[in-house]
Nanobody, 121 residues
């Protein structure tokens, strides 16, 4: 059973930064792609960023490209999301997800419980 535990969420002013972390356990972390999704109140869950098994390939939602950076430390079984220049519209619950394969292909089979990010204007 894969477990994903997010941390690092909180309240920040617009223009500020946060770094989310996701600690993974239960299978070989380095063998699978990982990603982040988010869900704002009253909205559908949306893809934020993805990273391949070795970290050589990343992709981002248009709304966060240039402001957010996804990375991973396979030695520590940890996924990160560095969020800079935060905007009020980034307010959401952020979820860590584990891919079903090595590559970013839209298939995610495990989800964390989520961490709240609130950006005040």
């Amino acid at each position: 059973q894969v477990q994903l535990v997010e941390s690092g969420g909180g309240l920040v002013q617009a223009g500020g930064s946060l770094r989310l972390s996701c600690a993974a356990s239960g299978r070989t972390f380095s063998s699978y792609a990982m990603g982040w999704f988010r869900q704002a109140p009253g909205k559908e869950r949306e893809f934020v960023a993805g990273i391949s098994w070795r970290g050589s390939t990343t992709n981002y939602a248009v709304s966060v490209k240039g402001r957010f950076t996804i990375s991973r430390d396979n030695a520590k079984n940890t996924l990160y999301l560095q969020m800079n220049s935060l905007k009020p519209e980034d307010t959401a619950v952020y979820y860590c997800v584990a891919g079903a394969t090595r590559y970013i292909n839209g298939e995610y089979d495990y989800w964390g419980q989520g961490t709240q990010v609130t950006v005040s204007s």
